[in-house]
């Protein structure tokens, strides 16, 4: 009911595409120009709309992938059966026009002074929030330690690897790859569960501060895991999306 009522009060506005950026073979991230844009938290997501020429309209929820002072940018992949995702990784280009309205959301959201330590845990695209996350973590200069723990199919999978492969600083990441490994694979491998949670999660007794993001099923197995290592649920933020979702 919040969300609902929080989204009457916006407005669809056109916005230009200043940049498309292609992460992987199914994925892009797409840099937006606003007009009139209130500024959003690390965390949030915005609605894009879809025009037909027949009058048709489809909408999806877009997590946002740039920190709160960049420039709005979200990242899509590609779904097969999808309306949307199609024509945003496959046709559009910068100076096109899409609508949208946003920011949206005020629960998975971080500041520095929420504190941490952060445990990040991202399934698939359930990486894009919490990359905003962490860009806002290292532009406000926080010295908060973080952790991300990233589930992906394959390596050629991992969305931002190039960038995630240079934190540092405080960050660690961690990858499981669940489908394909390369040959010279060290990393962990399989799903996310009990016994990986152990051995890369921050102990509960420093209170950590949680924030997963994926599908319906990697979501509540992490949380659920991370309850059981002594997580408070309060301590657990999630966001999930099923196989429509637009994250």
């Excluded at 950026?21 to 709309?49: C, F, K, M, N, Y």
């Excluded at 879809?50 to 979200?74: C, H, M, N, Q």
């Amino acid at each position: 009911m919040e969300r609902t009522a929080v989204r009457g009060r916006l407005t669809w506005q056109a916005a230009t595409v200043t940049s498309v950026t292609r992460e992987t073979a199914s994925v892009v991230t797409i840099e937006l120009d606003p007009p009139h844009w209130p500024g959003h938290r690390a965390g949030q997501h915005l609605d894009v709309r879809l025009t037909a020429e027949d009058g048709y309209t489809a909408e999806r929820d877009y997590s946002i992938a740039s920190a709160p002072d960049e420039p709005v940018a979200i990242t899509v992949e590609r779904l097969e059966d999808g309306e949307v995702s199609p024509y945003l990784t496959e046709e559009l280009r910068a100076g096109d026009e899409l609508e949208l309205r946003g920011p949206v959301g005020g629960y998975f959201v971080w500041e520095p002074a929420d504190g941490g330590p952060l445990m990040l845990l991202a399934g698939g695209s359930g990486i894009v929030p919490l990359r905003s996350i962490l860009r806002h973590r290292q532009r406000t200069g926080s010295d908060v330690p973080a952790r991300l723990l990233y589930s992906s199919r394959g390596w050629e999978d991992v969305i931002y690897r190039d960038e995630l492969g240079r934190h540092h600083d405080g960050v660690q990441v961690s990858y499981t790859l669940t489908r394909r490994q390369p040959a010279e694979w060290t990393g962990h491998t399989g799903r996310i569960g009990p016994a990986l949670l152990a051995e890369v999660a921050w102990p509960a007794e420093e209170n950590p501060l949680a924030y997963i993001c994926g599908p319906t099923s990697f979501v509540e197995t992490a949380a659920a895991g991370l309850v059981g290592l002594g997580y408070p649920p309060e301590r657990v933020k999630t966001e999930r999306f099923g196989g429509t979702g637009g994250h």
